[in-house]
């Protein structure tokens, strides 16, 4: 039993951190391709549907339809390989560290502006130096 223990290795931090992120990622691109697939066969559907099936004949709905999902599909696409690689975790990091930067600032202006304007009284027992 102990040597079972003993053989699992432990992962550091760093390293959980690193794997969490690609299997995010993987998971982000294995969603793109499925919506692309789908996409495709839906296209192909409506097109079918619409001429062949004579669905809608009188009019040609299905450029209407594929267009509007084309736009969210680039939507999704700028999502995955755009916005999540300028706007990922690390981003998130940075501006927080930042702004919890700028709130000690803050607050150690206004702690010296008290201070300054209502001084803590001295302990009387205590000799000057």
Not at 23 to 33: A, C, E, F, G, N
Request: aromatic letters at 14%; a positive charge; glycine letters at 4%.
């Amino acid at each position: 039993m102990r040597s079972k223990q003993r053989s699992i290795k432990e992962i550091d931090p760093e390293q959980h951190e690193m794997l969490e992120k690609a299997q995010s990622r993987i998971r982000q691109k294995k969603r793109l391709y499925y919506h692309f697939v789908i996409f495709l066969l839906g296209s192909v559907f409506m097109i079918v549907l619409n001429k062949v099936l004579k669905y809608g004949e009188q009019y040609d709905w299905f450029v209407w339809a594929i267009s509007g999902w084309a736009f969210l599909f680039i939507i999704h696409f700028i999502n995955v390989y755009i916005t999540s690689v300028f706007l990922g975790k690390e981003w998130e990091r940075e501006q927080r560290e930042k702004l919890v930067l700028k709130q000690k600032t803050r607050i150690a202006a206004l702690q010296k502006e008290v201070e300054k304007e209502h001084p803590l009284p001295q302990d009387p027992t205590k000799t000057p130096e």
